[in-house]
C-alpha cells in the first residue's frame, strides 16, 4: 500500500519536482556507488601495499639468511682444515715451548687469511685445548667469564654452531663451535678447542635489507639488530606471537605498521616496523578529499539540476496557457509573444515555434474558410454543369457505329465499336481486377485500333493458353505495355514491327511476355526510371505504376520486370499468382 502511495504520488507529480528528484536520486546513487568503489578499490590498494613490504622483508631476511648459512659453513670449514686439526693436535701434545710458537704463529697465519677474503667479519678466534687463544682480525679481548659461557655453549652443542648474540660489551654476533679432532676415517673425537666468528651483523643487514621502515632482528627476549633498538621485545611480544604476516599495531600510543617473518633456520623473528603515518598520511588525505569534492560536486550538480528543471518546464507551462488560450478560440491571443519573451533554438523552443505556427496557420484556414465557401459553391456547379454523361458518350458511338454499318463502312463500325468498349472499361471504377481473358478482350480492342492506324506495319500476335483465362490481374495491366510497345518500338520506324503477348505456367506461378521487335530497352530499365536516370519521352510513370499495383495487389513477389537476356527488341516479363482465395471468384 505504502509502495502504490510513493508510486501514484511521484506520477502525479510536476515535471519539475520529477526531474529534480530524479536528478537528485542519480546523482546520490552515483555517489554511493563511487564511494563503494573507491573504498574497494582502496582497500585492494592497502591490501597490495602490506603484501609488498612483508615481500621486501622476506627479501631481505632471504639475503640475510643465505649470507649467515654461508658464514656458518665457513665455521664449519674452518674446524674441518686439515692443517688446522694438525697444528690444534700438535699443541695439545708437543710439550716444546718453541714448537707450540712456530704452530701458533701459522694457526694466526692461516687465520689471517680467513679473515682478510670475508668482509662481514670483526675477527676469527681459537681457543685451544689449553686455553692459549689464536686470533685474526679485529681482535677484542673477552671477558673471562662471558668466555667461559661461550666455550660452554660451543662445548653442549657437541660440534653444531651456537650463535652468540650481541650485548653491550661486543657488538658482533658470535659463531660458537667446538672443534674436534678427526682424521680421515679416524674420528677420536677428541676436544681441540673452540672456534669464536665475530660477524658484523649491521654491515650485513644494511647491505642486504631494505630501506624501507626499521628492521629488527629478534630471538626471544635478545634484539639481534640493531644495537639499539627503537623498541623492547617485550612491546613486541604479542605481535611476535599472533603470527600474523603483517598486522597494525599500536606502540607507546602510536600506530606502527609490523611486518615479519619467522626464520625456519635459525628460529629468529624478522620485523619490519613502519610508522602508520608515514605510509598511509596521504592514502587518508586522499579518501577524505574525494569524499568532499563528491560532496561538493553531489550539491553543484543538485543546484545546477533543479535550475535545468526550472528552465525546462517554464518554456512547458507557457505552452499549456497558450493552449488553453487557443482550446477557448482565442487564437489571436495565443499566437502573441510577451515583452521580452525569447524563444530558444532547443527542442522545446521548436516546439513552442512549432505551435505558434500552427495557431497561425489554424486562424488563417478559419479566415479563408468563411471566404472560399461562395466559392466552392460555385465551382461545385460549374462542375456539374460541364460534366459529361458517359451515357451520352456511348449513345453517340452506338449512332456513329449504326450510321457506319447503314454506309457499309465495316472499318469504322470496328474502330468504334472497339473504342466504346475500351472507353466502358477504362470509365468503369467498379471492378479493378478482373480476369486475363477480359484483359485479353480489352488488349484485343485496342490492337483494333491500332490495326487501322498503322495497317499491315503491326504484325500483333498472341498465344495464351487457355487454363490461364481466369488468372486474376488489375484491370488495364496488358495494355499499356502494348502502348508503350507501339510508342517505342513502331512508330519510330517504317518497317513492320511485330508484337506479341504470351503467356504460360510455372511452379504455381503465371508469366505474361509482351515483346516487340524494336530497338529494345536500357538495363535495369524500372530502377533507372525510380531513380532518374532516364529520361522517357511520356511521363515516365507507366511500368512504374503497373509494377507498383500488381506488388500492392498481389505481394511483392510479383510485378513487372524488362528481360535483359531478350535476342532482340524489348521483352517485359509480368509475374501473376495463378489463383489466390481472395481473387478466385473473379
Request: glycine residues 6%.
Amino acid at each position: 500500500m505504502g509502495l502504490r502511495f510513493v508510486i501514484d504520488a511521484y506520477r502525479h507529480m510536476k515535471i519539475k519536482n520529477k526531474l529534480s528528484l530524479l536528478i537528485t536520486f542519480s546523482i546520490a546513487a552515483s555517489l554511493a556507488f563511487t564511494v563503494l568503489v573507491q573504498q574497494y578499490a582502496f582497500s585492494i590498494y592497502d591490501e597490495q601495499i602490506y603484501d609488498k613490504s612483508s615481500r621486501v622483508l622476506n627479501l631481505s631476511s632471504s639475503a640475510i639468511e643465505t649470507e649467515l648459512k654461508r658464514l656458518e659453513q665457513l665455521s664449519y670449514n674452518i674446524i674441518a682444515d686439515e692443517q688446522i686439526q694438525g697444528w690444534l693436535t700438535s699443541l695439545r701434545d708437543n710439550p716444546s715451548e718453541y714448537d707450540r710458537l712456530i704452530i701458533r704463529q701459522f694457526l694466526i697465519d692461516r687465520l689471517f687469511s680467513y679473515t682478510g677474503s670475508e668482509q662481514y667479519l670483526y675477527s676469527i678466534q681459537i681457543i685451544d685445548s689449553r686455553g692459549t687463544e689464536h686470533e685474526g682480525g679485529n681482535i677484542l679481548k673477552f671477558d673471562p667469564e662471558k668466555k667461559r659461557d661461550m666455550m660452554e655453549i660451543a662445548s653442549n652443542a657437541q660440534g653444531e654452531n651456537r650463535w652468540i648474540y650481541p650485548d653491550k660489551q661486543d657488538p658482533a654476533l658470535i659463531s660458537a663451535r667446538s672443534i674436534r679432532s678427526f682424521h680421515k676415517s679416524n674420528f677420536d673425537l677428541d676436544y681441540l678447542g673452540t672456534l669464536l666468528i665475530r660477524i658484523n651483523v649491521d654491515k650485513i643487514v644494511r647491505d642486504l635489507a631494505s630501506e624501507d621502515g626499521d628492521l629488527m632482528l629478534v630471538s626471544g627476549s635478545n634484539v639481534i639488530f640493531p644495537r639499539t633498538p627503537a623498541f623492547d621485545a617485550a612491546q613486541l611480544a604479542g605481535t611476535m606471537a599472533s603470527g600474523k604476516r603483517y598486522m597494525i599495531d599500536q606502540i607507546d600510543g602510536e600506530q606502527y605498521f609490523i611486518a615479519q617473518i619467522r626464520s625456519p633456520h635459525t628460529g629468529w623473528t624478522y620485523l619490519n616496523i613502519t610508522p602508520f603515518n608515514q605510509i598511509f598520511n596521504q592514502i587518508v588525505f586522499i579518501k577524505e578529499l574525494v569524499i568532499f569534492v563528491y560532496i561538493g560536486i553531489f550539491l553543484v550538480v543538485i543546484i545546477l539540476g533543479v535550475r535545468l528543471a526550472y528552465s525546462l518546464t517554464r518554456p512547458i507551462y507557457d505552452l499549456m496557457g497558450r493552449m488553453k488560450l487557443a482550446e477557448k478560440g482565442n487564437f489571436e491571443e495565443a499566437n502573441l509573444l510577451s515583452p521580452g519573451d525569447k524563444m530558444s533554438k532547443d527542442e522545446i523552443g521548436l516546439l513552442q515555434r512549432s505551435f505558434r505556427f500552427m495557431i497561425e496557420r489554424i486562424n488563417l484556414l478559419i479566415k479563408e474558410n468563411y471566404a472560399n465557401r461562395l466559392l466552392v459553391k460555385e465551382t461545385e456547379f460549374k462542375a456539374l454543369q460541364s460534366q459529361i454523361n458517359p451515357h451520352f458518350l456511348y449513345n453517340t458511338l452506338e449512332s456513329i457505329n449504326w450510321m457506319a454499318k447503314v454506309n457499309r463502312q465495316a472499318k469504322i463500325s470496328e474502330m468504334v465499336e472497339a473504342l466504346a468498349f475500351l472507353l466502358r472499361n477504362a470509365v468503369d471504377l467498379k471492378k479493378p481486377i478482373i480476369t486475363l481473358g477480359e484483359e485479353l478482350d480489352i488488349v484485343r480492342s485496342y490492337v483494333t485500333i491500332q490495326q487501322t492506324r498503322f495497317e499491315e506495319r503491326l504484325v500483333f500476335r498472341m498465344d495464351v493458353p487457355e487454363p490461364l483465362l481466369g488468372t486474376p490481374i488489375p484491370k488495364l495491366t496488358l495494355q499499356p505495355l502494348l502502348e508503350n510497345a507501339i510508342h517505342y518500338a513502331l512508330e519510330p520506324t517504317i518497317e513492320p514491327c511485330e508484337i506479341s503477348i504470351t503467356g504460360w505456367e510455372s511452379d504455381g506461378t503465371v508469366f505474361l511476355a509482351v515483346e516487340d521487335t524494336g530497338p529494345g530497352v536500357p538495363r535495369d530499365i524500372l530502377n533507372k526510371i525510380r531513380n532518374g536516370e532516364v529520361r522517357t519521352k511520356g511521363t515516365g510513370i507507366g511500368l512504374l505504376n503497373i509494377d507498383e499495383r500488381i506488388k500492392i495487389t498481389f505481394g511483392e513477389a510479383y510485378g513487372v520486370q524488362a528481360d535483359e537476356n531478350a535476342e532482340r527488341g524489348a521483352r517485359m516479363m509480368i509475374a501473376l499468382p495463378r489463383e489466390t482465395e481472395e481473387f478466385k471468384d473473379v
